[in-house]
Protein backbone atom coordinates (compact mmCIF):
# COMPACT_ATOMS: atom_id res chain seq x y z
CA UNK A 1 0.00 0.00 0.00
CA UNK A 2 1.40 3.25 -0.77
CA UNK A 3 2.24 5.43 2.20
CA UNK A 4 0.21 8.69 2.29
CA UNK A 5 1.15 10.88 5.58
CA UNK A 6 -1.85 12.51 7.93
CA UNK A 7 -1.43 15.96 6.99
CA UNK A 8 -4.02 18.22 6.86
CA UNK A 9 -6.46 17.73 3.87
CA UNK A 10 -6.16 20.69 2.10
CA UNK A 11 -2.20 18.87 2.05
CA UNK A 12 -3.26 16.05 0.90
CA UNK A 13 -5.96 16.48 -1.49
CA UNK A 14 -3.57 17.54 -4.83
CA UNK A 15 -4.91 17.29 -8.02
CA UNK A 16 -4.36 13.78 -11.79
CA UNK A 17 -3.54 13.97 -15.65
CA UNK A 18 -5.81 13.73 -17.92
CA UNK A 19 -6.27 10.03 -17.91
CA UNK A 20 -7.48 7.64 -15.18
CA UNK A 21 -4.92 5.10 -14.36
CA UNK A 22 -5.68 1.56 -12.77
CA UNK A 23 -4.98 0.87 -9.05
CA UNK A 24 -1.51 -0.59 -8.51
CA UNK A 25 1.30 -2.25 -6.23
CA UNK A 26 3.92 0.30 -6.02
CA UNK A 27 7.32 -0.64 -6.55
CA UNK A 28 10.06 2.11 -6.04
CA UNK A 29 9.22 5.55 -5.09
CA UNK A 30 9.13 9.57 -6.44
CA UNK A 31 9.09 9.77 -9.87
CA UNK A 32 10.61 6.73 -10.54
CA UNK A 33 8.24 4.50 -9.35
CA UNK A 34 6.63 1.21 -10.92
CA UNK A 35 3.04 0.65 -11.05
CA UNK A 36 2.12 -3.01 -11.39
CA UNK A 37 -1.30 -3.92 -12.52
CA UNK A 38 -2.83 -7.22 -12.99
CA UNK A 39 -5.23 -8.09 -15.68
CA UNK A 40 -7.11 -11.31 -16.44
CA UNK A 41 -6.83 -12.77 -19.77
CA UNK A 42 -10.23 -15.54 -20.37
CA UNK A 43 -9.31 -17.35 -23.58
CA UNK A 44 -12.58 -19.30 -24.68
CA UNK A 45 -10.91 -20.12 -27.67
CA UNK A 46 -11.55 -18.74 -31.27
CA UNK A 47 -8.93 -18.07 -34.03
CA UNK A 48 -6.29 -16.51 -32.13
CA UNK A 49 -5.39 -19.68 -30.32
CA UNK A 50 -6.38 -22.10 -33.83
CA UNK A 51 -3.60 -24.20 -35.08
CA UNK A 52 -4.48 -26.81 -38.29
CA UNK A 53 -6.22 -30.34 -37.78
CA UNK A 54 -7.39 -32.87 -39.73
CA UNK A 55 -10.40 -31.06 -39.74
CA UNK A 56 -9.33 -27.58 -40.39
CA UNK A 57 -8.66 -25.00 -38.01
CA UNK A 58 -9.80 -25.61 -34.13
CA UNK A 59 -8.81 -24.01 -30.80
CA UNK A 60 -5.86 -26.37 -29.18
CA UNK A 61 -5.46 -26.16 -25.10
CA UNK A 62 -3.04 -25.87 -22.77
CA UNK A 63 -0.66 -24.09 -25.51
CA UNK A 64 -0.96 -20.26 -25.66
CA UNK A 65 0.40 -18.98 -22.41
CA UNK A 66 3.82 -21.16 -23.48
CA UNK A 67 3.45 -19.86 -26.87
CA UNK A 68 3.34 -16.27 -25.35
CA UNK A 69 6.09 -16.66 -23.76
CA UNK A 70 8.37 -16.56 -26.91
CA UNK A 71 6.67 -13.29 -28.03
CA UNK A 72 9.36 -10.50 -26.13
CA UNK A 73 6.86 -7.99 -27.04
CA UNK A 74 4.23 -10.04 -24.97
CA UNK A 75 6.85 -11.73 -22.17
CA UNK A 76 9.01 -9.70 -20.57
CA UNK A 77 11.17 -12.63 -18.85
CA UNK A 78 14.17 -10.67 -17.38
CA UNK A 79 11.72 -8.62 -15.62
CA UNK A 80 9.72 -11.69 -14.42
CA UNK A 81 13.57 -13.56 -13.20
CA UNK A 82 14.82 -9.79 -12.01
CA UNK A 83 11.46 -9.16 -9.97
CA UNK A 84 11.35 -12.79 -8.62
CA UNK A 85 7.51 -12.86 -10.28
CA UNK A 86 6.57 -15.81 -9.93
CA UNK A 87 7.15 -17.02 -6.45
CA UNK A 88 6.91 -13.23 -4.85
CA UNK A 89 3.18 -13.07 -6.30
CA UNK A 90 2.40 -16.75 -5.86
CA UNK A 91 1.28 -17.60 -9.59
CA UNK A 92 2.13 -20.00 -11.88
CA UNK A 93 3.22 -20.43 -15.51
CA UNK A 94 0.28 -19.14 -17.07
CA UNK A 95 1.04 -15.76 -16.07
CA UNK A 96 2.40 -13.76 -18.29
CA UNK A 97 4.36 -9.70 -17.80
CA UNK A 98 4.28 -7.22 -21.02
CA UNK A 99 7.51 -5.22 -20.76
CA UNK A 100 6.79 -1.24 -19.13
CA UNK A 101 4.99 0.65 -21.12
CA UNK A 102 5.20 4.78 -21.53
CA UNK A 103 3.01 5.30 -18.60
CA UNK A 104 5.81 3.86 -16.12
CA UNK A 105 3.48 0.53 -15.93
CA UNK A 106 3.67 -3.29 -16.00
CA UNK A 107 1.17 -5.31 -16.66
CA UNK A 108 1.09 -8.75 -15.26
CA UNK A 109 -1.52 -10.97 -17.06
CA UNK A 110 -2.72 -14.12 -16.26
CA UNK A 111 -4.22 -16.67 -18.80
CA UNK A 112 -7.30 -18.21 -18.00
CA UNK A 113 -8.72 -21.04 -20.18
CA UNK A 114 -12.57 -21.73 -20.40
CA UNK A 115 -13.66 -25.82 -20.77
CA UNK A 116 -13.70 -26.49 -23.64
CA UNK A 117 -12.29 -24.12 -26.21
CA UNK A 118 -14.82 -22.67 -29.04
CA UNK A 119 -15.31 -21.72 -32.40
CA UNK A 120 -17.38 -18.92 -31.71
CA UNK A 121 -19.95 -20.13 -34.16
CA UNK A 122 -20.70 -22.15 -31.06
CA UNK A 123 -21.13 -20.21 -28.82
CA UNK A 124 -24.28 -19.89 -26.58
CA UNK A 125 -25.76 -17.93 -23.41
CA UNK A 126 -24.66 -20.96 -21.26
CA UNK A 127 -20.80 -19.35 -22.32
CA UNK A 128 -21.74 -15.69 -21.81
CA UNK A 129 -22.55 -17.06 -18.19
CA UNK A 130 -19.45 -19.10 -17.43
CA UNK A 131 -17.99 -16.07 -18.76
CA UNK A 132 -19.45 -13.31 -17.02
CA UNK A 133 -19.53 -15.59 -13.52
CA UNK A 134 -15.44 -16.11 -13.80
CA UNK A 135 -15.46 -12.27 -14.03
CA UNK A 136 -17.29 -12.19 -11.16
CA UNK A 137 -15.61 -14.45 -9.18
CA UNK A 138 -12.25 -12.70 -10.19
CA UNK A 139 -13.41 -9.20 -9.71
CA UNK A 140 -11.82 -7.65 -6.77
CA UNK A 141 -8.33 -9.86 -7.66
CA UNK A 142 -7.60 -7.62 -11.54
CA UNK A 143 -7.39 -4.45 -12.21
CA UNK A 144 -8.94 -5.22 -15.88
CA UNK A 145 -10.42 -8.13 -17.85
CA UNK A 146 -9.24 -9.18 -21.42
CA UNK A 147 -11.41 -11.90 -23.10
CA UNK A 148 -10.52 -13.89 -26.14
CA UNK A 149 -12.99 -14.96 -28.53
CA UNK A 150 -13.65 -15.91 -32.01
CA UNK A 151 -14.81 -12.89 -34.69
CA UNK A 152 -18.00 -14.25 -35.52
CA UNK A 153 -19.99 -13.89 -32.85
CA UNK A 154 -17.81 -10.94 -30.70
CA UNK A 155 -20.40 -8.69 -31.49
CA UNK A 156 -23.22 -10.79 -29.95
CA UNK A 157 -21.05 -11.76 -26.62
CA UNK A 158 -19.82 -8.05 -26.15
CA UNK A 159 -23.43 -7.07 -26.62
CA UNK A 160 -24.68 -9.82 -23.85
CA UNK A 161 -21.55 -9.24 -21.74
CA UNK A 162 -22.51 -5.29 -21.79
CA UNK A 163 -26.06 -5.99 -20.02
CA UNK A 164 -24.93 -8.89 -18.03
CA UNK A 165 -22.30 -6.96 -15.98
CA UNK A 166 -24.67 -4.45 -13.79
CA UNK A 167 -22.69 -1.62 -12.02
CA UNK A 168 -19.55 -2.24 -14.23
CA UNK A 169 -16.20 -0.22 -13.09
CA UNK A 170 -14.10 -1.84 -14.23
CA UNK A 171 -12.79 -2.28 -18.19
CA UNK A 172 -13.57 -5.54 -20.15
CA UNK A 173 -12.27 -6.04 -23.64
CA UNK A 174 -12.69 -8.50 -25.97
CA UNK A 175 -10.32 -9.26 -28.61
CA UNK A 176 -9.55 -12.11 -31.25
CA UNK A 177 -7.59 -12.56 -34.54
CA UNK A 178 -8.62 -13.12 -38.26
CA UNK A 179 -5.40 -15.15 -38.36
CA UNK A 180 -4.45 -17.30 -35.64
CA UNK A 181 -1.51 -15.52 -33.53
CA UNK A 182 0.85 -18.46 -34.02
CA UNK A 183 0.90 -17.67 -38.09
CA UNK A 184 4.07 -15.18 -39.36
CA UNK A 185 1.71 -12.81 -40.84
CA UNK A 186 -1.17 -12.66 -38.37
CA UNK A 187 -3.35 -9.61 -36.55
CA UNK A 188 -3.56 -11.81 -33.00
CA UNK A 189 -0.92 -9.85 -31.37
CA UNK A 190 -1.09 -6.79 -31.63
CA UNK A 191 -4.89 -6.91 -31.03
CA UNK A 192 -3.85 -8.94 -27.63
CA UNK A 193 -1.20 -6.19 -26.96
CA UNK A 194 -4.02 -3.14 -27.70
CA UNK A 195 -6.59 -5.11 -25.54
CA UNK A 196 -3.84 -5.67 -22.80
CA UNK A 197 -3.07 -2.05 -22.23
CA UNK A 198 -6.33 -0.60 -22.11
CA UNK A 199 -7.61 -2.72 -19.92
CA UNK A 200 -4.10 -2.37 -17.57
CA UNK A 201 -3.67 1.51 -17.97
CA UNK A 202 -7.24 2.94 -18.15
CA UNK A 203 -10.52 2.79 -16.22
CA UNK A 204 -12.82 2.49 -19.05
CA UNK A 205 -15.93 0.95 -17.47
CA UNK A 206 -17.38 -0.32 -20.27
CA UNK A 207 -17.61 -4.04 -21.99
CA UNK A 208 -15.60 -3.19 -24.88
CA UNK A 209 -13.86 -4.64 -28.17
CA UNK A 210 -11.03 -3.54 -29.55
CA UNK A 211 -9.86 -5.12 -32.96
CA UNK A 212 -7.22 -3.40 -35.56
CA UNK A 213 -6.33 -0.37 -33.91
CA UNK A 214 -9.56 0.97 -32.25
CA UNK A 215 -11.29 0.15 -29.24
CA UNK A 216 -15.12 -0.38 -29.65
CA UNK A 217 -18.31 -0.16 -26.91
CA UNK A 218 -18.75 -3.61 -27.11
CA UNK A 219 -22.64 -3.51 -27.73
CA UNK A 220 -21.95 -0.79 -30.73
CA UNK A 221 -20.31 -2.88 -33.02
CA UNK A 222 -21.00 -5.17 -36.30
CA UNK A 223 -18.79 -8.02 -37.85
CA UNK A 224 -18.54 -6.24 -41.49
CA UNK A 225 -15.63 -8.13 -42.97
CA UNK A 226 -14.76 -11.48 -43.45
CA UNK A 227 -11.36 -11.29 -44.80
CA UNK A 228 -10.35 -8.23 -43.71
CA UNK A 229 -8.21 -7.30 -40.42
CA UNK A 230 -10.53 -4.21 -40.21
CA UNK A 231 -12.97 -6.91 -39.69
CA UNK A 232 -15.70 -4.41 -37.24
CA UNK A 233 -17.57 -1.60 -37.63
CA UNK A 234 -19.42 0.63 -34.91
CA UNK A 235 -21.95 2.40 -37.32
CA UNK A 236 -23.52 4.71 -35.29
CA UNK A 237 -20.61 5.49 -32.49
CA UNK A 238 -17.23 6.52 -32.57
CA UNK A 239 -14.52 4.56 -31.28
CA UNK A 240 -13.90 5.27 -27.77
CA UNK A 241 -10.01 5.27 -28.75
CA UNK A 242 -7.47 5.07 -31.27
CA UNK A 243 -4.06 3.78 -30.75
CA UNK A 244 -1.85 5.39 -33.50
CA UNK A 245 1.72 6.74 -32.69
CA UNK A 246 -0.33 7.26 -29.72
CA UNK A 247 -3.60 6.44 -27.67
CA UNK A 248 -6.14 8.54 -27.83
CA UNK A 249 -9.14 8.02 -26.06
CA UNK A 250 -12.59 9.94 -26.33
CA UNK A 251 -13.22 10.29 -22.55
CA UNK A 252 -16.70 12.20 -23.71
CA UNK A 253 -18.35 9.43 -25.37
CA UNK A 254 -17.17 6.53 -22.30
CA UNK A 255 -20.08 5.14 -20.88
CA UNK A 256 -20.39 5.12 -17.11
CA UNK A 257 -22.95 3.82 -14.70
CA UNK A 258 -24.52 6.56 -13.16
CA UNK A 259 -25.02 4.17 -9.57
CA UNK A 260 -23.96 4.10 -6.18
CA UNK A 261 -24.64 0.29 -6.31
CA UNK A 262 -21.94 -2.75 -6.48
CA UNK A 263 -20.65 -4.80 -9.31
CA UNK A 264 -23.01 -7.75 -9.91
CA UNK A 265 -23.95 -9.83 -12.85
CA UNK A 266 -27.18 -10.97 -14.02
CA UNK A 267 -26.89 -14.72 -15.69
CA UNK A 268 -29.51 -16.86 -17.25
CA UNK A 269 -30.85 -14.36 -19.91
CA UNK A 270 -34.21 -15.46 -21.58
CA UNK A 271 -32.74 -17.60 -25.01
CA UNK A 272 -36.58 -17.64 -26.79
CA UNK A 273 -35.49 -14.42 -28.49
CA UNK A 274 -35.01 -14.32 -31.89
CA UNK A 275 -34.37 -12.13 -35.33
CA UNK A 276 -36.88 -11.79 -38.26
CA UNK A 277 -35.52 -9.96 -41.48
CA UNK A 278 -38.46 -8.29 -43.61
CA UNK A 279 -37.80 -9.07 -47.38
CA UNK A 280 -39.88 -8.46 -50.27
CA UNK A 281 -43.08 -10.93 -50.33
CA UNK A 282 -42.75 -12.13 -46.74
CA UNK A 283 -45.94 -13.62 -45.83
CA UNK A 284 -48.56 -13.64 -42.98
CA UNK A 285 -47.67 -17.34 -42.50
CA UNK A 286 -44.26 -17.20 -42.01
CA UNK A 287 -44.32 -14.09 -39.63
CA UNK A 288 -47.35 -16.26 -37.71
CA UNK A 289 -44.93 -19.37 -37.70
CA UNK A 290 -42.19 -17.12 -36.12
CA UNK A 291 -43.83 -15.87 -33.58
CA UNK A 292 -45.40 -18.64 -32.34
CA UNK A 293 -44.38 -20.02 -28.51
CA UNK A 294 -41.64 -20.60 -27.07
CA UNK A 295 -40.53 -16.90 -28.48
CA UNK A 296 -40.74 -13.98 -26.13
CA UNK A 297 -39.40 -11.53 -27.85
CA UNK A 298 -38.21 -10.56 -31.59
CA UNK A 299 -35.94 -8.02 -33.04
CA UNK A 300 -37.68 -7.35 -36.36
CA UNK A 301 -35.36 -6.03 -39.31
CA UNK A 302 -37.16 -3.66 -41.01
CA UNK A 303 -36.35 -1.34 -44.17
CA UNK A 304 -34.56 2.20 -44.04
CA UNK A 305 -36.02 3.77 -41.02
CA UNK A 306 -37.86 1.31 -39.68
CA UNK A 307 -40.43 0.82 -42.21
CA UNK A 308 -42.35 -2.59 -43.24
CA UNK A 309 -45.20 -2.91 -45.89
CA UNK A 310 -48.28 -1.36 -44.55
CA UNK A 311 -50.72 -3.11 -47.95
CA UNK A 312 -50.68 -6.57 -46.34
CA UNK A 313 -53.38 -6.36 -43.11
CA UNK A 314 -52.73 -10.12 -42.03
CA UNK A 315 -48.99 -9.53 -41.42
CA UNK A 316 -49.56 -6.74 -39.23
CA UNK A 317 -51.85 -8.52 -37.59
CA UNK A 318 -50.07 -11.24 -36.81
CA UNK A 319 -47.86 -8.65 -35.17
CA UNK A 320 -50.22 -7.00 -33.17
CA UNK A 321 -51.54 -10.77 -32.29
CA UNK A 322 -48.01 -11.56 -30.93
CA UNK A 323 -47.74 -8.22 -28.90
CA UNK A 324 -50.93 -8.28 -27.04
CA UNK A 325 -50.36 -12.09 -25.83
CA UNK A 326 -47.05 -10.15 -24.59
CA UNK A 327 -44.17 -10.74 -27.32
CA UNK A 328 -42.00 -8.33 -26.87
CA UNK A 329 -40.57 -7.14 -30.66
CA UNK A 330 -37.99 -4.38 -31.41
CA UNK A 331 -37.81 -2.81 -34.15
CA UNK A 332 -34.73 -2.55 -36.30
CA UNK A 333 -33.36 -0.89 -39.39
CA UNK A 334 -31.47 -3.67 -41.54
CA UNK A 335 -29.44 -0.72 -42.78
CA UNK A 336 -25.87 -0.53 -41.54
CA UNK A 337 -26.34 3.07 -40.38
CA UNK A 338 -28.55 5.04 -39.16
CA UNK A 339 -31.50 4.43 -36.72
CA UNK A 340 -35.89 3.90 -36.31
CA UNK A 341 -38.05 7.02 -37.14
CA UNK A 342 -42.03 7.44 -37.66
CA UNK A 343 -41.28 9.59 -40.41
CA UNK A 344 -43.38 7.24 -42.86
CA UNK A 345 -47.04 5.48 -42.64
CA UNK A 346 -44.89 2.60 -42.99
CA UNK A 347 -42.90 2.95 -39.90
CA UNK A 348 -46.31 3.92 -37.82
CA UNK A 349 -48.23 1.04 -38.54
CA UNK A 350 -45.85 -1.33 -36.90
CA UNK A 351 -46.14 1.09 -33.81
CA UNK A 352 -49.58 0.57 -33.83
CA UNK A 353 -49.30 -2.72 -34.23
CA UNK A 354 -47.07 -2.91 -30.88
CA UNK A 355 -43.83 -2.49 -32.02
CA UNK A 356 -41.25 -1.06 -30.05
CA UNK A 357 -38.90 1.69 -31.99
CA UNK A 358 -35.31 0.32 -31.43
CA UNK A 359 -33.66 3.54 -32.13
CA UNK A 360 -30.21 2.94 -33.54
CA UNK A 361 -29.27 -0.23 -32.00
CA UNK A 362 -27.27 -3.54 -34.52
CA UNK A 363 -29.11 -6.22 -34.28
CA UNK A 364 -26.59 -7.83 -31.76
CA UNK A 365 -27.33 -5.24 -29.07
CA UNK A 366 -30.99 -5.26 -29.59
CA UNK A 367 -31.04 -9.11 -29.35
CA UNK A 368 -29.02 -9.28 -26.48
CA UNK A 369 -30.91 -6.30 -24.90
CA UNK A 370 -34.26 -8.52 -25.04
CA UNK A 371 -32.25 -11.68 -24.07
CA UNK A 372 -31.39 -9.36 -20.76
CA UNK A 373 -34.92 -7.36 -20.57
CA UNK A 374 -37.10 -11.12 -20.44
CA UNK A 375 -35.00 -12.24 -17.90
CA UNK A 376 -35.34 -9.53 -15.14
CA UNK A 377 -38.20 -9.40 -13.05
CA UNK A 378 -41.42 -6.88 -13.69
CA UNK A 379 -44.59 -6.41 -15.35
CA UNK A 380 -44.88 -6.20 -19.09
CA UNK A 381 -45.20 -2.33 -19.31
CA UNK A 382 -42.09 -2.10 -16.82
CA UNK A 383 -40.33 -4.25 -19.26
CA UNK A 384 -41.51 -2.53 -22.47
CA UNK A 385 -40.11 0.83 -20.99
CA UNK A 386 -36.20 -0.82 -20.39
CA UNK A 387 -36.34 -1.61 -23.83
CA UNK A 388 -37.07 2.17 -24.29
CA UNK A 389 -34.51 3.30 -22.18
CA UNK A 390 -30.59 3.77 -22.82
CA UNK A 391 -28.94 1.11 -20.58
CA UNK A 392 -25.38 0.38 -21.06
CA UNK A 393 -25.02 3.31 -24.08
CA UNK A 394 -26.81 1.01 -26.97
CA UNK A 395 -28.09 3.87 -28.20
CA UNK A 396 -27.83 7.58 -29.11
CA UNK A 397 -29.91 9.52 -26.68
CA UNK A 398 -29.90 13.58 -28.06
CA UNK A 399 -30.09 15.70 -25.28
CA UNK A 400 -33.66 17.46 -24.29
CA UNK A 401 -33.59 21.22 -23.65
CA UNK A 402 -30.76 23.71 -23.70
CA UNK A 403 -27.22 22.59 -23.06
CA UNK A 404 -24.04 24.38 -22.68
CA UNK A 405 -21.69 24.64 -25.13
CA UNK A 406 -18.12 25.70 -25.38
CA UNK A 407 -19.16 28.62 -27.38
CA UNK A 408 -21.74 29.29 -24.66
CA UNK A 409 -19.04 29.88 -22.07
CA UNK A 410 -17.40 33.75 -21.76
CA UNK A 411 -14.86 31.72 -19.19
CA UNK A 412 -13.42 29.74 -22.42
CA UNK A 413 -14.00 32.11 -24.82
CA UNK A 414 -11.72 35.01 -22.98
CA UNK A 415 -9.39 32.28 -22.25
CA UNK A 416 -9.17 31.37 -25.91
CA UNK A 417 -8.95 35.09 -26.88
CA UNK A 418 -5.79 35.27 -24.85
CA UNK A 419 -4.35 32.02 -26.59
CA UNK A 420 -5.55 32.73 -30.34
CA UNK A 421 -7.43 29.66 -30.32
CA UNK A 422 -10.79 29.50 -32.61
CA UNK A 423 -11.03 25.68 -33.57
CA UNK A 424 -13.20 23.27 -32.14
CA UNK A 425 -10.40 20.67 -31.65
CA UNK A 426 -8.29 23.66 -29.60
CA UNK A 427 -11.45 24.59 -27.40
CA UNK A 428 -12.09 21.96 -25.85
CA UNK A 429 -8.29 21.28 -25.46
CA UNK A 430 -8.64 24.36 -23.48
CA UNK A 431 -11.40 22.73 -21.71
CA UNK A 432 -10.27 18.90 -20.79
CA UNK A 433 -6.68 21.15 -19.64
CA UNK A 434 -9.20 23.25 -17.42
CA UNK A 435 -11.68 20.99 -15.64
CA UNK A 436 -9.52 18.80 -13.75
CA UNK A 437 -8.24 21.24 -11.06
CA UNK A 438 -11.53 23.49 -11.13
CA UNK A 439 -13.49 20.35 -10.48
CA UNK A 440 -11.11 19.45 -7.55
CA UNK A 441 -11.54 22.99 -6.32
CA UNK A 442 -15.23 22.75 -6.31
CA UNK A 443 -15.01 19.30 -5.06
CA UNK A 444 -12.76 20.80 -2.17
CA UNK A 445 -14.96 23.36 -1.42
CA UNK A 446 -18.17 21.50 -1.56
CA UNK A 447 -19.81 23.59 -4.51
CA UNK A 448 -22.03 21.44 -6.40
CA UNK A 449 -23.18 24.57 -8.61
CA UNK A 450 -19.85 24.72 -9.98
CA UNK A 451 -19.13 21.00 -10.48
CA UNK A 452 -22.56 20.68 -12.33
CA UNK A 453 -21.68 23.83 -14.58
CA UNK A 454 -18.58 22.07 -15.95
CA UNK A 455 -20.05 18.80 -16.00
CA UNK A 456 -22.79 20.49 -18.33
CA UNK A 457 -19.36 22.27 -20.32
CA UNK A 458 -19.10 18.32 -21.31
CA UNK A 459 -15.89 18.09 -18.79
CA UNK A 460 -15.13 14.98 -17.41
CA UNK A 461 -15.47 14.70 -13.53
CA UNK A 462 -13.49 11.65 -13.48
CA UNK A 463 -10.65 12.89 -14.76
CA UNK A 464 -7.84 13.98 -12.53
CA UNK A 465 -5.26 16.82 -11.40
CA UNK A 466 -1.71 16.82 -12.44
CA UNK A 467 -1.49 14.81 -9.45
CA UNK A 468 -3.71 12.11 -9.96
CA UNK A 469 -6.42 12.94 -7.28
CA UNK A 470 -9.70 13.10 -8.92
CA UNK A 471 -12.81 15.30 -7.67
CA UNK A 472 -13.56 11.90 -5.98
CA UNK A 473 -10.46 12.26 -4.06
CA UNK A 474 -10.79 15.43 -2.77
CA UNK A 475 -14.58 15.31 -1.99
CA UNK A 476 -13.63 11.94 0.21
CA UNK A 477 -10.74 13.77 1.79
CA UNK A 478 -13.40 16.67 2.64
CA UNK A 479 -16.32 14.73 3.80
CA UNK A 480 -18.66 16.29 1.30
CA UNK A 481 -20.87 13.00 0.89
CA UNK A 482 -23.29 15.44 -1.58
CA UNK A 483 -20.35 16.27 -3.70
CA UNK A 484 -19.16 12.21 -3.47
CA UNK A 485 -22.85 11.12 -4.37
CA UNK A 486 -23.12 13.50 -7.26
CA UNK A 487 -19.92 12.14 -8.57
CA UNK A 488 -20.51 8.97 -8.12
CA UNK A 489 -24.61 8.67 -10.21
CA UNK A 490 -22.63 10.90 -12.79
CA UNK A 491 -19.88 8.06 -13.36
CA UNK A 492 -16.99 8.47 -11.27
CA UNK A 493 -14.76 5.66 -10.83
CA UNK A 494 -14.09 4.90 -7.32
CA UNK A 495 -11.11 2.79 -8.24
CA UNK A 496 -8.74 5.79 -9.59
CA UNK A 497 -5.59 6.01 -7.94
CA UNK A 498 -3.46 9.53 -7.37
CA UNK A 499 0.29 9.50 -8.11
CA UNK A 500 0.68 8.52 -4.15
CA UNK A 501 -1.29 5.20 -4.99
CA UNK A 502 -4.23 6.49 -2.19
CA UNK A 503 -7.69 5.80 -3.59
CA UNK A 504 -11.16 7.72 -2.95
CA UNK A 505 -11.65 4.83 -0.53
CA UNK A 506 -8.49 5.21 1.18
CA UNK A 507 -8.53 9.24 1.70
CA UNK A 508 -12.14 8.65 3.19
CA UNK A 509 -10.58 6.11 5.95
CA UNK A 510 -7.55 8.09 6.95
CA UNK A 511 -10.34 11.71 7.78
CA UNK A 512 -12.13 8.95 9.09
CA UNK A 513 -15.53 10.00 6.66
CA UNK A 514 -17.78 7.43 7.96
CA UNK A 515 -20.94 8.05 5.77
CA UNK A 516 -18.19 8.27 2.61
CA UNK A 517 -16.79 5.00 3.33
CA UNK A 518 -19.87 3.19 3.68
CA UNK A 519 -21.44 4.64 0.55
CA UNK A 520 -17.94 4.39 -1.59
CA UNK A 521 -18.06 0.22 0.07
CA UNK A 522 -21.86 0.52 -1.62
CA UNK A 523 -20.28 1.35 -5.15
CA UNK A 524 -18.16 -1.64 -4.93
CA UNK A 525 -14.85 0.20 -3.82
CA UNK A 526 -12.11 -2.26 -2.03
CA UNK A 527 -8.78 -2.19 -1.01
CA UNK A 528 -6.61 -4.73 -2.89
CA UNK A 529 -4.59 -7.38 -1.27
CA UNK A 530 -1.18 -4.91 -2.18
CA UNK A 531 -3.05 -2.31 -0.38
CA UNK A 532 -3.57 -4.44 2.98
CA UNK A 533 0.82 -5.63 2.98
CA UNK A 534 1.12 -2.66 6.07
CA UNK A 535 -2.18 -1.67 7.65
CA UNK A 536 -1.72 -4.41 10.55
CA UNK A 537 0.70 -2.36 11.50
CA UNK A 538 -1.49 0.66 10.78
CA UNK A 539 -4.08 -0.72 12.91
CA UNK A 540 -1.39 -1.37 15.81
CA UNK A 541 -0.56 2.47 16.23
CA UNK A 542 -4.23 3.48 16.12
CA UNK A 543 -4.71 1.43 18.72
CA UNK A 544 -1.64 2.50 20.94
CA UNK A 545 -3.12 5.83 20.37
CA UNK A 546 -6.52 4.22 21.64
CA UNK A 547 -7.83 6.14 18.61
CA UNK A 548 -11.30 4.21 18.26
CA UNK A 549 -12.60 6.13 15.42
CA UNK A 550 -9.58 5.25 13.01
CA UNK A 551 -10.41 1.82 13.93
CA UNK A 552 -13.99 2.32 12.95
CA UNK A 553 -12.83 3.84 9.64
CA UNK A 554 -10.67 0.53 8.66
CA UNK A 555 -13.30 -1.94 9.71
CA UNK A 556 -16.05 0.13 7.81
CA UNK A 557 -13.68 -0.23 4.59
CA UNK A 558 -14.07 -4.24 5.25
CA UNK A 559 -10.37 -4.84 6.77
CA UNK A 560 -10.09 -7.03 9.19
CA UNK A 561 -8.75 -5.75 12.62
CA UNK A 562 -7.28 -9.25 13.75
CA UNK A 563 -4.35 -8.61 11.26
CA UNK A 564 -1.02 -8.28 13.12
CA UNK A 565 1.60 -5.93 13.07
CA UNK A 566 5.20 -6.37 11.93
CA UNK A 567 5.87 -7.71 15.77
CA UNK A 568 3.51 -10.06 15.22
CA UNK A 569 0.72 -8.60 18.00
CA UNK A 570 -2.85 -7.68 16.53
CA UNK A 571 -4.25 -4.46 17.15
CA UNK A 572 -6.24 -5.79 20.30
CA UNK A 573 -3.71 -7.42 22.27
CA UNK A 574 -1.71 -4.09 21.88
CA UNK A 575 -4.61 -2.29 23.21
CA UNK A 576 -4.93 -4.67 26.22
CA UNK A 577 -1.51 -4.55 27.25
CA UNK A 578 -1.84 -1.06 27.12
CA UNK A 579 -4.86 -0.91 29.32
CA UNK A 580 -7.10 1.21 26.86
CA UNK A 581 -10.23 0.24 28.01
CA UNK A 582 -11.94 1.76 25.13
CA UNK A 583 -10.53 0.27 22.73
CA UNK A 584 -10.89 -3.29 24.37
CA UNK A 585 -14.58 -2.32 24.35
CA UNK A 586 -15.01 -1.28 20.94
CA UNK A 587 -13.30 -4.24 19.68
CA UNK A 588 -15.95 -6.51 21.93
CA UNK A 589 -18.66 -4.79 20.07
CA UNK A 590 -17.36 -6.10 16.76
CA UNK A 591 -19.37 -9.09 15.14
Known amino acids: MAATTEQGSSDLCRAVSSTEPCPALEIGGGCGTIAEVRVLVLNTGGTIGMVPQSEGLAPEANKLAGALKKIPILHDAEYAKETNLYSRLGVGEDTLVLPRSKQNKIIIYTILELSPLLDSSNMTPAEWDKIARQIEINYEKYNGFVILHGTDTMAYTASALSFMCENLGKTIVLTGSQVPIYELRNDGRANLLGALLFAGQFIIPEVCLYFYNELYRGNRVTKVNADSFSAFSSPNLPPLAKTDVDIKINWETVWRANTTKKFVIHTDVNSNVGLLRIFPGITA??????????????????????????????????????????????????????????????????????????ADMTPEAALAKLSYVLSKPGTLDEKRKMLNENLRGEITVVPVGTQITLKDSKFIQEIAKYLFISCKEELAAVRDALVPPLACAAAKNGDLDVLKALQNLGGNLSAGDYDGRTPLHVASCEGHLDIVKHLLISGATVYAKDRFGATPLLNAIKFRHQDIIRLLRETGAHLSSQELVNVGTELCSLAVNGDVEGLRAWHLAGVDLNRSGYDGRTPLSVAKAAGLVKVTEFFDSLP
Open 285 to 358: AVVKAFLQSPIEGVVLETYGIGNAPNNCPELLQELKNATDRGVLILNCTQCLQGTVSLVYATGKTLMDAGVIPG
